[in-house]
T-cell receptor, first 113, second 112 residues
Framework: SAVISQKPSRDICQRGTSLTIQCQVDSQVTMMFWYRQQPGQSLTLIATANQGSEATYESGFVIDKFPISRPNLTFSTLTVSNMSPEDSSIYLC??????????FGSGTRLTVV | AQSVAQPEDQVNVAEGNPLTVKCTYSVSGNPYLFWYVQYPNRGLQFLLKYITGDNLVKGSYGFEAEFNKSQTSFHLKKPSALVSDSALYFCALKPGFQKLVFGTGTRLLVSP
């Protein structure tokens, strides 16, 4: 399966600021996904990051709040913009490779104060 | 609607005893089902999946899951639990194109 490097692993940020999370994969993948896991909750899909086109956002998530880049087939970033305490969550990237299923990064634990 | 349910927030079991973590699903068409485990401060690790074929699926770390179409269930099982199995377990369903839907998670606590 793919190996994913996700950075940073954790951060504490001031409200009103932005944080960019990076996801690097050791092989080319078509599909990359970004999830949010709020405290004590399950995972919720934020968006699908498409190489060469705009990300596809799920209901309740918008590009202005969570801009995503996908410059190539091995890398993606998620930015959490204008943060508030409600954005405190674990953010995970995931990739899907045919025949290998889904692999997840180790997550970014974000605390907004 | 496509959904997956994990009816138990927490499962407690003594080390050496068999364990079961329950999962039921609702989907139109054939289900693709997955189990993931999350250890503290870690990402999700893949345990096993059911796509088609045998109803009993064997996965990592001695875990297995039984797909039951009539009961729309995909329960995770292990014959003999270890303390190190204590973690958060997620059942997931792939109802559409390339998108996973996760259950609410079940915390497994294995006591020595």
């Amino acid at each position: 399966s793919a190996v994913i490097s996700q950075k940073p692993s954790r951060d504490i940020c001031q409200r009103g600021t932005s944080l960019t999370i990076q996801c690097q994969v050791d092989s080319q993948v078509t599909m990359m996904f970004w999830y949010r896991q709020q405290p004590g909750q399950s995972l919720t899909l934020i968006a699908t990051a498409n190489q060469g086109s705009e990300a596809t956002y799920e209901s309740g998530f918008v590009i202005d709040k969570f801009p995503i880049s996908r410059p190539n087939l091995t890398f993606s970033t998620l930015t959490v913009s204008n943060m508030s305490p409600e954005d405190s969550s674990i953010y995970l990237c995931s990739v899907m490779r045919e025949g290998y299923g889904y692999t997840f990064g180790s997550g970014t634990r974000l605390t907004v104060v | 609607a496509q959904s997956v349910a994990q009816p138990e927030d927490q499962v407690n079991v003594a080390e050496g005893n068999p364990l079961t973590v329950k999962c039921t699903y609702s989907v139109s068409g054939n289900p693709y089902l997955f189990w993931y485990v999350q250890y503290p401060n870690r990402g999700l690790q893949f345990l096993l999946k059911y796509i088609t074929g045998d109803n009993l699926v064997k996965g990592s770390y001695g875990f297995e899951a039984e797909f039951n179409k009539s009961q729309t269930s995909f329960h995770l099982k292990k014959p003999s639990a270890l303390v190190s199995d204590s973690a958060l377990y997620f059942c997931a369903l792939k109802p559409g194109f390339q998108k996973l839907v996760f259950g609410t998670g079940t915390r497994l606590l294995v006591s020595p």
